[in-house]
């Protein structure tokens, strides 16, 4: 593990993850699909503010400034997808509504104040006709969707997260991953979450033990030569 994100670690505990034997770099398959995870207005405002600002203008779910920084990454990666004819899906939170918030409403009661163009995907990043679109209600994109079954008729092996966020939809994607075992890899720079200090922690958890965070670069570079040999350098 090299990225930036271990800074915010104290070195004796990146040796015990080192000495133990996590983070080791497992590569990636031959069968991709790029996953768009939540990148919907209410997750980054409507325009780049500081998060704070996002929050109060917009959104009590947005991301602000974060969000915004990885879209640009998210676009080209989805380009990248497309060029290789790698299938695009779009994981996305529905409306929720009284009926089926869940344990949503007594938790984050900030989810349920969402309406309208919050749900909206973000204009640079939204799906288009081919792509598939999976409705989600909890944080993993597996869970309660049909997501799986998707993946294996399209004979997929790796799954690249995008979207947010870091520490809770991603996360939990990745998770699912892991146990349905497919490859993962996370796109370190197109992934994001309102807390930095969150996002690293998570990235470092993710990449510990359930995938491989990786740079839209190499990630790029992965997609558009889908089909060559496996193993991708950081």
Not at 99 to 124: C, H, N, W
């Amino acid at each position: 593990m090299s990225a930036s994100w271990r800074h915010s670690f104290p070195a004796e505990e990146l040796e015990v993850f080192e000495r133990a034997g996590f983070g080791r770099s497992e590569g990636l398959g031959r069968r991709p699909a790029l996953l768009v995870i939540d990148v919907q207005y209410r997750t980054v405002g409507e325009e780049p503010l500081p998060v704070l600002d996002s929050i109060e203008r917009f959104y009590p779910t947005s991301c602000g400034e974060h969000g915004w920084a990885a879209v640009p990454q998210i676009e080209r990666l989805i380009a990248a997808a497309r060029e290789a004819g790698t299938p695009v899906v779009y994981p996305h939170v529905a409306p929720k509504v009284a009926a089926d918030a869940g344990r949503s409403a007594g938790k984050i009661p900030g989810l349920m104040q969402v309406t309208g163009r919050g749900y909206e995907f973000v204009e640079e990043v939204a799906p288009q006709q081919g792509d598939l679109l999976v409705p989600k209600r909890h944080p993993s994109a597996f869970f309660g969707t049909a997501l799986t079954s998707y993946l294996v008729d399209l004979e997929v092996d790796t799954v690249v997260l995008t979207g947010c966020t870091t520490s809770g939809c991603v996360r939990a994607t990745a998770v699912d991953a892991y146990a349905y075992n497919f490859h993962c890899a996370v796109v370190e720079d197109a992934v994001y979450d309102r807390s930095p200090t969150s996002h690293d922690r998570n990235l470092f958890e993710i990449d510990a033990k359930y995938g491989d965070v990786m740079s839209a670069d190499s990630v790029a570079e992965y997609l558009v030569g889908t089909g060559r040999p496996t193993a991708v350098a950081r």
